[in-house]
């Protein structure tokens, strides 16, 4: 096998790549304004260096469309609301849409009450989850979310998978700069990852912790996608899993657990504003005197390590790749879109960047 991190990647256009896209949701079925909500969070991802949840997910959504799994016209249903809260039903639609319009009607409702909790329920995946509690911290909310997911994780001891690698995000906001946030799943990496390593022929760093179905160490992703997917902490993370599927799940009124699949998972939010604890200047004060003494730290690393603040790394790469007008794909993720969009009529022409 290859090493993953050495694998090339060719760079296009982001305007053509948006463009594209678009019109392949909408050869597929989507509205045009739906599309582009869709699209655009993709592309923040990939703009990101999150590229195992951008446009190469794609495919997979088109393939939902396909197969009946969930309809390209669905919208988000209010279910339940209060000047604090709102339940929601995602109907089985894709994530990025029915997620984004939660989050589009959380933060007013949250800037206006000082705080609100959302929940939604038959969503689906959605994709980089730090899009929606970075659109709040944008607007000068705190947030922390949650997501459940497909069950690939086993309580800790057993073999039989009951969670989701549910992903959590927190997102600060700052006076002038980019929002902390806080992205992450209960793997150690991104399933994403093993999965695009699978497909490019390439192997598992061994200190990613995956197991074979027997327990032993593998770098195979093949075998650790069959096998047993560690989880953060070992204990600590399964019941960290266990949680999530109270919050983003049984709470939500979704699916949980086991049966969690395509168009039943489940997530929540909480937005709240800094001025209901503290006065909003003395939040913003005291969050970069944090970051002045992460800063100090840094002066002092291990063995040549460099300390981050939380997203730093995601942001740099955003201004990088805006600056080139372009993001970077592998082989395996231009052949996937060039399929999918021959298949729908829409060529994939985008030039390269």
């Known amino acids: ?99 984004t319009r939660l989050i589009e009607r959380l933060i007013p409702k949250a800037l206006e009450s000082g705080m609100c909790i959302g929940t939604i329920r038959n969503s689906n995946d959605w994709g980089c989850g730090a899009n929606y509690p970075y659109k709040a911290a944008e607007a000068g909310l705190c947030c922390i979310a949650t997501t459940t997911s497909v069950p690939n994780i086993a309580p800790y001891g057993s073999r039989s998978r009951l969670f989701g690698n549910n992903p ?28 695009r390593a699978r497909e490019e ?49 049984i709470l939500s009124g979704s699916s949980h657990s086991a049966d969690v699949n395509v168009g039943r998972r489940g997530q929540f939010f909480i937005l709240m504003r800094p001025d209901l604890f503290t006065e909003t200047e003395t939040f913003f004060d005291e969050v970069e005197s944090m970051v002045d003494q992460i800063r100090e730290a840094g002066k002092d690393t291990v063995k040549g390590a460099e300390v981050f603040l939380p997203g730093e790394l995601e942001e740099a790469t955003m201004a990088e790749r805006r600056k080139r007008g372009a993001v970077a794909y592998p082989a395996s993720v231009v052949a996937q879109l060039r399929e999918t969009g021959a298949g729908l009529g829409v060529p994939f022409a985008a030039a390269e960047g």
């Open 1 to 99: 096998m290859k090493n993953q991190m050495a694998l090339e990647k060719q760079w296009f256009a982001i305007d053509d790549l948006r463009s594209w896209a678009v019109d392949t949701y909408i050869a597929a079925g989507m509205a045009s304004e739906d599309a582009d909500t869709v699209v655009d969070n993709q592309l923040w991802s990939d703009l990101r260096g999150i590229d195992t949840h951008g446009l190469w997910r794609l495919p997979w959504y088109c393939g939902w469309f396909d197969e009946g799994k969930t309809d390209p016209t669905t919208q988000l249903a209010v279910v339940k609301e209060t000047p604090t809260s709102l339940a929601a039903d995602g109907q089985h639609g894709l994530g990025q849409l029915v997620i």
């Open 168 to 195: 959590m995000v927190f997102a600060v906001p700052r006076r002038d700069d980019p929002p902390l946030i806080h992205d992450f799943a209960l793997t150690p990496v991104a399933l994403g990852k093993v999965m």
């Open 201 to 249: 022929g390439a192997e598992l760093p061994v200190d990613w912790g995956f197991k074979d179905n027997e327990g032993d160490p593998t770098t195979d992703p093949r075998a650790a996608l069959r096998g047993i997917i560690p989880a953060i902490g070992e204990y600590k993370g399964t019941n960290l899993a266990m949680m999530t599927n109270v919050f983003a799940g």
